[in-house]
């Protein structure tokens, strides 16, 4: 609940942080196109330091210093998540796009939380409104805007007893027709809530483009195709949250195929020697794919699953839509439709996302026996993976 001139401050802050992070970018492309070698972190810090000394953008001066040097954390960050093939190449920040900023030092932030209100340096008190009590030690406060509205995260720190897990085993295959496929056989339906606002946000931003750029009424109308974007992001959320609270509180491991949703939305573009329907089906695909959040999905069920004592096992993916659980018998033609899974050995038959959760399961469950056994050194928690343990399962 931050008053008018908090807001403007916050706004401020949060376009200083743009500019370090897209200043830091610039410079570093230039430098590596020019041969030179990476820049980390703390030299990027004392370029920070000349820019906020520098006439030209001495502004940048009225920025907090933690928040403007934990983008360049964060721009690193970006990199080594290039590097090792997580994510694109960083790309320049644009306004409005997940305005943020964070204050990473714990000393310099009170949190008033019987009086509903936090200290964040150059901002002063703010009042807020409590979604849950903060337990444990405050570790940062990261400041975001969305919708509107201004939001405050905390994290924080404690100890907790170590759980105890509930539950079995179960295997998980993510789909289209089905968000995700259980292997006892329960699914959740796909989310598409991109689809179910998707006439609401084409109507407003029709009315966005009727109107003349930046008057009045079309900053009303941007306001509403913001405010529908918002609101689906909200809904993906919830629902994402439900489904992994869900699964990870009544399993003790879950197994899923290692997507590299990446790649596949990659090859979309690759294919464009090609164009013509598949292109078009493939990036429909693609869309999709984003639009359910398989990786948020994923980050979720494995933090949760840490949390209750349990452990998310990723297994690369291996003939799993094309075996059959039945006689293991391996054939593309054991998958003629995309929904049906028809054995051309057994004749077994079975919902194809179902057959992929078994076997996902089986690979699982395969790969832990050969753990166990002690060829490979289970670690305590957290996610299982590596294709080298799952070819020495093999061996
Ligand atoms: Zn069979």
Redesign the pocket.
Known sequence: MPDGDQQRQMRRFAGSCRFVFNKALALQKDNYETGGKFIGYVAMAKQLTAWRNDAETAWLKDAPVHPLQHTLKDLEKAYKNFFEKRADFPRFKRKGQSDSFRYPDPKQIKLDQANGRIFLPKLGWLRYRNSREALGELRNATVSQSGGKWFVSIQTRRDVEPPFPQGGAVGIDMGIARFATLSDGTFYAPLNSFKRHETALRKAQRAMSRKTKFSNNWKKAKARVQKIHSRIGNARRDYLHKTTTTISQNHAMVCIEDLQVRNMSRSAKGSAEQPGKQVRAKSGLNKSILDQGWFEFRRQLDYKLAWNGGHLIAMPPRNTSRT??????VSAD?RRAQERFA??????EENADLVGAINVLRAGHARLACEVSGEVMPPAAGTHRSDSVAAQCRA
């Open positions: 059959c659980p039945c006689c293991g018998h054991n054995c051309v050995e057994c004749g077994f």
